[in-house]
Nanobody
Framework: QVQLVESGGGLVQAGGSLRLSCVAS????????MGWFRQTPGKEREFVAG????????YYADSVKGRFTISKDNAKNTVYLQMNSLKPEDTAVYYC?????????????????WGQGTQVTVSS
């Protein structure tokens, strides 16, 4: 069982930055791929960014490429999402997820555990 706890969400003006953190429980974090997804009311959860177990491979949705950066600190059992140049359309609940097979892929079905989510609101 892996528990994931996100933090760092909040209200920010367009053009601003936020850094989300997700701390994982357990001793196997270094073998996990990790991902960030987001969801707005009435819409399906969408992929934002993913990272493989070693941090050597990262993946981004086209909508955030060049603005968001995912990183993984295995010593701290933490995955981060640095979000720059935020836009109102980035407003959503952001979830982190753990992939026990280490891939960090774009597909939500590849992930085994999910956090409770953190709200990000970008005002125009």
């Amino acid at each position: 069982q892996v528990q994931l706890v996100e933090s760092g969400g909040g209200l920010v003006q367009a053009g601003g930055s936020l850094r989300l953190s997700c701390v994982a429980s357990g001793r196997t974090f270094s073998r996990h791929g990790m991902g960030w997804f987001r969801q707005t009311p009435g819409k399906e959860r969408e992929f934002v960014a993913g990272i493989n177990w070693s941090g050597g491979s990262t993946y981004y949705a086209d909508s955030v490429k060049g603005r968001f950066t995912i990183s993984k600190d295995n010593a701290k059992n933490t995955v981060y999402l640095q979000m720059n140049s935020l836009k109102p359309e980035d407003t959503a609940v952001y979830y982190c997820a753990a992939d026990l097979y280490g891939r960090g892929s774009t597909a939500s079905r590849s992930y085994d555990y999910w956090g409770q989510g953190t709200q990000v609101t970008v005002s125009s």
